[in-house]
DNA sequence: ACATGCTATAGGTAAGTCCTATCGATCGTG
DNA sequence: CACGATCGATAGGACTTACCTATAGCATGT
């Protein structure tokens, strides 16, 4: 026994329309036997009659005026949803998701979500990034196809890193006499600093940066105050409470706003923090995940150094 | 190449609510195989990628939350549209078109409507029988399935006729003298006639029960007026311009209305009109065209005498 | 490292799709 | 009234699809 289908509501239709199989057929670009089959199988399956077969032509009974309009809504339904995925495909509309975290979202995300709308007007664009353990978790789950983030350091757990740019490491205080000359590792192993990304702290690459620099003068970093957010640690910093050590374009964009009274200075040797694109390994990138990719490394690289190479 | 289905968009659904190809097969009943296959065809006929594989399971892409209520609408309008058709069938909705004309409408019109409603209250009922000519085409052409007439001889043109009923033939008159006896063959060739059906006149199964009893007296019929409906012939008959010949069925409904002046009295011998169901030669009949020929066959009885063996 | 749970693949059988060829019935015509 | 034209039904066969079982491959959690 067959199953209701769309090719039988298609043949009843142009059946009903044409008034007779053969023209339904010649519409179709069938042969005029297969037409018929499929009609015979639909009414078998609606266990109901919905020509009269007299003589030359057909003619639909009451029960075929009844279903008409409804098998010319489920062909209208599927037109509307082959056409609403082909605009989601070329991204006329839908939706485009890409995940932003850590500090790279001080860089790219606005200015991001503005590239994607001027270029493609009609998408929603959802940037994943309240906070690193769910975004994490997004990505390891699928859920999230790629992200590009500042933080954790290359090639940790099924994830697969691309670097696209590098950024130097900054040191900032509230107070001037810290700021007047580059701080070396000495000076860094005895401040006294905040840090952000504690859920990454373990692979967070500013942490990874600073500990190969202190394991130099055999120190452990000193972080005295671990928050999850940038922003946090730079207006603890603005109130005095301590020092850190953030992104150089972080700095410029979150001093002025959150911590007025502090300042920036290099570290000795300069040190750099790495932006990059992350994605389960040996995972295809969709359209939307490449175009993202594009973007979001074109607008990086228009704010911070470009990595060489 | 495989065409967009009914079955993929089925088990689309059911993988994008389960989140998985193994949970979403047992919930249709099949092998996990089959499921997979059928996304598989679907993302092929749409050209993009539904679900991410992600190790344990699958993650619908943002263009399968797209894609997600387009599909559901489809469902439900199949289903819809599976409903209606049921409930077309067993009348509970839907129309039931039926033929009535000649004067069988006079006996089972409005009626035979409102048993049809009395029985099932959802359904439209449409009652063909505008003008004779109309509807022998409609029958002929298979527009209408069948029909109860009270005019034409059994056995024309590859139609079937079934007769039901019979109804005395009465003379009509506003002169009550032509009233006082029996009106006999003699009587009858002299009188000055208004006669319906003018369009059915060869067939008219009233003209020709007059023609045979004329026959014997050596005569024609003499109608004076030719129209097309009883109801004009019965006013006609009350203005004095002519008498008439019709069922006395059709004269005990029309003459208090239409003629009060007039009134009827029996030819001598008795003659009857038969009413009897039309429908195509060799037709098997729709349950809706039984249920019609049922009710109007009792509801005629209960009005005329009925037809013995 | 192992067991587990999931998807992908392979291969075979049943069923459906679509064709060509032909029959039968109906309708209009000479 | 026989004729050709037209349309639907039927038969039979080539081809494709649907669905199954069995199993391999991979990721995940203990």
New binding site residues.
């Given amino acids: 026994?067959?199953v209701l289908?769309l090719?039988?509501l298609t043949c009843f239709l142009a059946?009903y329309e044409q008034?007779?199989?053969?023209?339904?057929?010649e519409e179709l670009?069938?042969?005029?036997?297969?037409v018929?089959?499929?009609?015979?199988?639909l009414e078998k399956t609606l266990g109901v009659e919905l020509?009269r077969?007299?003589?030359?032509?057909?003619v639909p009974t009451t029960v075929a005026d009844e279903l008409r309009p409804h098998a010319e809504r489920v062909l209208g339904s599927v037109e509307e949803a082959r056409k609403a995925v082909q605009s989601a495909k070329s991204f006329e509309t839908g939706t485009i998701r890409f995940g932003m975290f850590g500090t790279a979202r001080l860089y790219a995300g606005a200015g991001l979500v503005a590239d994607v709308l001027a270029r493609y007007p009609g998408v929603r664009v959802e940037l994943i990034g309240q906070n690193s353990t769910d975004v994490q978790e997004e990505l390891?789950?699928?859920r999230l196809e790629a992200a590009m983030i500042a933080v954790p350091q290359m090639g940790s757990e099924?994830l697969e890193f691309t670097p696209v740019a590098r950024d130097e490491l900054v040191y900032i205080s509230a107070d001037p006499a810290r700021l007047e000359t580059p701080v070396s590792a000495h000076r860094l192993s005895l401040a006294s600093l905040v840090m952000p990304e504690t859920t990454w702290r373990a692979v967070d690459s500013t942490r990874l940066v600073l500990r190969q620099m202190l394991h130099e003068t055999g120190r452990n970093p000193q972080t005295r105050i671990e928050v999850e957010d940038v922003e946090t640690a730079v207006e603890l910093v603005g109130m005095g409470l301590a020092d850190s050590v953030i992104p150089r374009g972080a700095a410029e964009q979150l001093l002025p706003r959150l911590a007025p009274a502090a300042g920036w200075v290099s570290l000795r040797p300069r040190q750099y923090d790495t932006l990059a694109i992350v994605h389960r390994?040996?995972a295809t990138l969709s359209p939307a995940a490449r175009l993202m990719i594009e973007l979001a490394t074109a607008r990086i690289n228009s704010i911070v150094h470009p990595e060489m190479g």
């Fill in positions: 026994m067959t289908s090719h039988q059946t008034g007779s199989l053969t023209a339904a057929a670009g069938y042969a005029q036997p297969s018929s089959e499929q009609v015979r199988a020509f077969r007299v003589g030359r032509g057909v390891r789950r699928g099924g390994a040996g």
